[in-house]
């Protein structure tokens, strides 16, 4: 079983937090704030933080958060961002039962072999820059928690990493997705990539419980460079999940 972090009373609604690639802290700035009303649990992929002992895959993340989620005894909202975003669609689409509510921040489910190939390559190419944790300090985040990165960094496998960009999640593959019956979100930035914003678009064409949204001046970073906006949209889309679950 994967680690996870786990904040707020664990009679409340959850809401499992699913981090970026090779990124564990990147929803440091909602912790604090949803678990305040909301148990809230943040897993370590398998690859990464501390659970790098492993090798990242599709089959064991999902697998080990749909035990981590069957174990809570009731519903949870999923929030992913990028990896995790990418995450929620397997999530949903085979294990609807276990959530009522998704969001998906900068998801990338529309690929092509050449754009795979280039950031497999530029990972490989930056494989020091990645070991840094140098990432930590554009974030904001304290002593402690940066200095926690860096050790997640450098224990970090190339395997994992490339595993991660190369995970073989696309809409396409998903072909359950239209007839997801729950409140979802897809939103990404305006500085995000191509397919980053057609995937977002997409989320919501495909299916009619998913809404959309793209931010101005936002690239790849929302939760973190835009957390106030951000949680106050969370806010609003929890309260969304309560009520659709009391019409069901």
């Known amino acids: 079983m994967m680690y996870y972090e786990k904040y707020g009373e664990a009679g409340n609604k959850t809401i499992i937090f699913l981090h970026g690639m090779n990124f564990v802290h990147c929803f440091t700035k909602q912790i604090p704030h949803f ?23 599709v089959d064991t993340a999902v697998s080990e958060i749909t035990e981590l989620a069957g174990n809570i005894g009731r519903p949870a909202v999923l929030v992913g961002f990028s990896l995790g975003a990418q995450l929620c669609l397997p999530l949903i689409c085979g294990h609807a039962e276990l959530f009522d509510g998704a969001v998906m921040v900068s998801p990338w489910l529309i690929k092509d072999v050449a754009e795979i190939e280039k950031l497999m390559k530029q990972q490989s190419d930056n494989e020091k820059n ?25 224990n970090v496998s190339m395997k994992s990493i490339l595993a991660a960009v190369d995970n073989g999640i696309t809409l396409d593959g998903s072909p359950q997705y239209p007839d997801v019956d729950m409140p979802m979100l897809a939103v990404c930035g305006m500085k995000d990539s191509v397919n980053i914003r057609k995937s977002t678009r997409m989320l919501s064409q495909k299916n009619p419980h998913c809404s959309y949204d793209m931010w101005d001046g936002a690239g790849h970073n929302i939760p973190y460079k835009f957390a106030s906006r951000f ?18």
Do not use: I, W
């Not at 305040?36 to 501390?50: C, D, I, M, S, T």
């Not at 309560?242 to 069901?248: A, C, K, L, V």
């Open 35 to 57: 678990s305040k009303n909301y148990q809230v649990l943040v897993p370590h992929l398998p690859g990464f933080g501390r659970s790098s002992d492993a090798v990242f895959s």
């Open 231 to 248: 949680n106050k949209t969370l806010d609003g889309f929890m309260e969304k999940t309560g009520q659709f679950s009391e019409r069901n």
């Open 130 to 154: 990645m070991r840094s944790g140098a990432l930590s300090l554009s974030v904001g985040l304290g002593k402690e928690e940066r200095q926690e990165h860096k050790e997640y960094c450098k």
